[in-house]
Each structure stands twice: as C-alpha cells, then as structure tokens.
C-alpha cells in the first residue's frame, strides 16, 4: 500500500483491515456493541467484506438484500443472491432480510426505469431512489439503530469529484460517513470510506469471501466511473491522493465550510407511506407509482 508506506503478510493484512475499520466506527462515532446495525447488501465485495468484519468485531449486524431484478434469469440480481446465499451457509445464525421490488411493486427496477424516463437514460436514477426507500423502510419498521453502506474510498471521491465539479454544495453538505437520524430517517454509516477498493478487494480475496465481480451491467459508460478512471490516473501519478483529496474534504466541512448549508431543510412525512419528504404532497418514490393520498369521503 504506497500511499501508506505499508506492506504486509496475509495474517497482519487481515487484522489491520479489522483495526482500521474499528478504528472508523469510533473515530466517527458511527455505532457501538449495543446497537443493532442494518448492512446493505449487494453481493460485491464491499458491503460482504463490510458484514463479515462487523460480524468478527462482535457487532449485532444483520443484512438486507433488494433484489432489484437486473436482468431476469440468472442475470446480475440473481448471481448477487446467490453469493449472498453462499455467504450465509458458513454463518447460519445471521440474519438475512430480502425485499424483492418486482414482488412488492409488480415490475423490476429497469422496467420502472423504462416507464418512467420513457425509454431514455440509465436507470441508475431510478435504481438509487428506490434502494433509498426501501433501505429506510426496513431500518424503520425492524427498528434498528443504524443503516450501514459498503461505499468504499474510490465511491466516495468519484462522488466529490462530481459534487465539486458542478459546485453542489448541498450536496457537500451532506457527503459525510455519518448521517444522523432523523424524524422518520435512520441514521446512516459508510465504514468502509477510508479504504481504497483494492483494499477491500485483497480483503474479500484472503479471507475467501466469494463475490460477484461483475458490477451492474448499467455501469458501462457512466460518469461514475470516467470519474474513478480519471482518479486512478492521478492516484497512479501521486499515490495517497484520492484519500488526501477526501479527507482534506472532510476536515473543511467539519471546520464549516458548508455550514450554511448544512441547515437541514423541513421534512415532512409522505401522505402515501409515511417516509419523510421535502416536497409538499407524495415523497419521489410514491411519486414513481403515481401514488395518491387515500381521500377521505367525510
Ligand atoms: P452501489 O450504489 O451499487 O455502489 O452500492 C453502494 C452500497 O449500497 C453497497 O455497498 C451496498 O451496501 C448497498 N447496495 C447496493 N445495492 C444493493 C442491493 N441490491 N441491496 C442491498 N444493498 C445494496
Ligand atoms: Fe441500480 Fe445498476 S445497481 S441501476
Ligand atoms: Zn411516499
């Protein structure tokens, strides 16, 4: 590892990969011993290798799957689950909640997609607003403390490139390893942003942790990853720079430099499902369905 001026054996890599990640928990006070953690799981690398060392470090850490139905069959959404199969079968008593969209709301999220955006587009839109929804869903309704993501360094930078090159500053704002709770919306945690992909990549490979390597197949061709492209290149030339670049974000954003920002906008529930919103009337997700309030004939 350049950037860290380290190198090490497969037994030292392991038990520093579990320190560093404790290390986060505490430094960003994301959860302790006694709250019940909720990880999102996709079947990559990042959110299994993430379940796997809450689960060593002795958290109560349960999963959630969102079978989004990428293409039917045994196409992406099915090869996920079945890692995440895989997964469990060494860890019996772990527990696993699976929301399966087409099942809840009659059609795959490519389909909605489609719908919606009339044909144009990527539905990756879509695809993030749905996964939002349904993550807090389940966070609310089994009652657990904390929602935690597999996002890694590399995600996060992508996304403090593109919040920076179009100067989102609400966005900025709320870029952090922490999101607090909320009326209605739980907290989120990403315990894994200070750790480059290869890193968690070498630390799925070691400790046998059986992934899919095929990302989404929307992927190809987003900005995302010409942005991950284009920091690799910099990386490559100056080793520590993605972890610089987002770290020196963080520290300014905790000196205030978006504090202005930072003042949370109202919430108010949805007249539909309940889940905050910031728009009058149905929230973005009901809105996908056309969903009204029930009227009330009194
Ligand atoms: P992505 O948006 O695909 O980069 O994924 C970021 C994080 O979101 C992953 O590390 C997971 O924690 C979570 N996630 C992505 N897809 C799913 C899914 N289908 N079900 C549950 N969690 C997911
Ligand atoms: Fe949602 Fe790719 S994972 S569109
Ligand atoms: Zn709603």
């Keep these: 590892m350049r950037h860290h001026k380290l190198a090490l054996c497969e037994e030292h890599y392991l038990e520093w990969f579990q320190n560093q990640t404790e290390r ?36 109560q850490a349960d999963g959630l799957y969102i079978n989004l139905g990428i293409d039917g069959g045994l196409g992406y959404s099915a090869l996920s689950f079945q890692k995440i199969e895989t997964f469990l079968t060494d860890r019996p008593e772990t527990r696993l909640h699976v929301v399966d969209v087409v099942a809840e709301y009659g ?16 539905p990756c839109s879509v695809c993030g607003l749905i996964k939002r929804h349904e993550m807090n869903r389940i966070a609310q309704e089994h009652g657990y403390d904390v929602l935690a993501t ?16 179009h100067w989102q500053v609400g966005y900025l704002a709320r870029q952090a390893p922490v999101l607090q709770e909320r009326e209605g919306l739980a907290r989120k945690v990403k315990p894994f942003c200070r750790f480059y992909e290869r890193e968690v990549a070498a630390y799925a490979l070691i400790q046998g942790i059986d992934y899919i ?65 910031s728009v009058p009337g149905p929230c973005a997700f009901c809105r996908l369905w056309n969903q009204q309030p029930a009227t009330s004939n009194q």
């Design 107 to 122: 059609e795959s999220v490519p389909q909605t997609a489609r719908r919606k955006l009339r044909g144009r587009g990527k």
């Design 150 to 165: 597999g996002h890694n360094l590399d995600d996060e930078v992508a996304v403090l490139l593109s919040n920076v090159l």
């Design 24 to 59: 986060a928990i505490r430094k960003y006070r994301m959860f302790g011993r006694d709250d019940r953690v909720l990880v999102a799981v996709s079947g990559g690398k990042d959110s299994l290798s993430l379940w796997d060392v809450l689960l060593r470090l002795g958290y």
């Design 213 to 277: 390597y095929d990302e989404c197949p929307y992927v190809e061709g987003s900005t995302t990853l010409f942005y991950k492209g284009l920091l690799n290149r910099l990386e490559a030339n100056s080793p520590g720079s993605k972890l610089q670049f987002y770290l020196s974000f963080l520290r300014a954003r905790k000196d205030g430099l978006f504090s202005e920002q930072m003042e949370q906008v109202e919430l108010h529930p949805c007249p539909v499902c309940g889940q905050p919103t």
